[in-house]
């Protein structure tokens, strides 16, 4: 266990009881978590709803957490995958919110032909993520958004490093075709 | 509106770069990190206070307000014995005075 993991784990230990201590969890949490869910759900409203959601259930439940080896961010990584989760069901039956007014950063982009390009390739790309499966999803902010190692978004995610390998092979793969179709649709469609 | 990528081969580092590009690290209001700090600590805080702690609290209020007024009682009693000790002595040594 390296030095910050085990401060960590101390800080985990103290936040069952001392209010400072989970307050400095959060701070070392919070951006990231709210980061991967505004991804899921597309929302800027919804993310703070739901990050607020993982930090109180975290701070209910942070008694029980054992060291088992995980580090604690993949616990309120399974928290926020869950919420997200309820949250897409109890939507199913409304219109998803697509994720359209997140445009990365394009400043860099002068020409105004080639930054309408960049802003639309990026939203359809973000379209094309929002179809893959939940699991899949997750794999693409836990790598891209979060920079995380396939070791911990295994952790995260309960698989194997190799199946983490094999499932973002595959995810790439889905995402290409998903482009395609849109591409393919969209050249049907005359607008 | 089509956006050209079938005319650029979409082959795996492609795919990676535009998700590298597209999929930022986005950050929530400083308002919000501040406001949801201020509520979590809040509550942990407020937790000391549990619906046990309370009837406990409440119990030994009952307790101790139902023992001083016991004791405040007996103390009057005992002021009036005392005044009526005082009272029937002072009658007796008048009585013995006539």
């Known amino acids: 266990m390296t030095p910050r993991e085990s401060d960590e784990m101390e800080l985990v230990r103290s936040a069952a009881s001392e209010a400072e201590a989970f307050g400095e969890l959060y701070n070392r949490h919070v951006t990231r978590i709210y980061s991967y869910i505004y991804y899921r759900t597309g929302d800027y409203q919804d993310a703070e709803d739901l990050t607020a959601r993982v930090f109180q259930r975290a701070l209910r439940h942070v008694g029980n957490f054992q060291d088992q080896g995980v580090p604690f961010s993949a616990w309120l990584y399974r928290i926020a995958h869950n919420l997200v989760a309820n949250w897409h069901r109890d939507r199913s039956r409304r219109p998803v919110v ?94 | 509106m089509r956006i050209g990528w079938n005319r650029q081969r979409l082959d795996r580092k492609r795919i990676e770069k535009l998700l590298e590009d597209s999929l930022v690290p ?56 005392l005044v009526g000790l005082m009272e029937r002595r002072r009658r007796e040594s008048k009585a013995l005075g006539t």
């Open chain 1, 98 to 191: 697509p994720l359209e007014d997140h445009v990365a950063d394009t400043a860099a982009i002068t020409h105004p032909e080639a930054l309408a390009l960049a802003e639309e390739q990026n939203r359809t790309l973000l379209r094309a993520v929002r179809k893959l499966p939940p699991d899949r999803q997750q794999l693409l902010i836990l790598k891209f958004v979060e920079r995380l190692p396939n070791a911990e978004i295994g952790q995260i995610m309960g698989r194997t490093e190799g199946a983490i390998k094999s499932l973002y092979h595959r995810t790439l793969n889905s995402l290409r075709d998903q482009i395609k179709m849109m591409e393919d649709g969209a050249m049907g469609n005359p607008d």
């Open chain 2, 26 to 81: 986005v950050e929530p209001s400083p308002s919000f990190v501040s406001d949801l700090r201020a509520r979590l600590v809040t509550i942990r805080g407020g937790r000391v206070i549990s619906p046990w702690v309370l009837v406990l609290l409440l119990a030994s209020i009952v307790i101790f307000v139902a023992s001083a007024l016991g004791f405040a009682i007996r103390i009057l009693l005992g002021l009036l014995g």
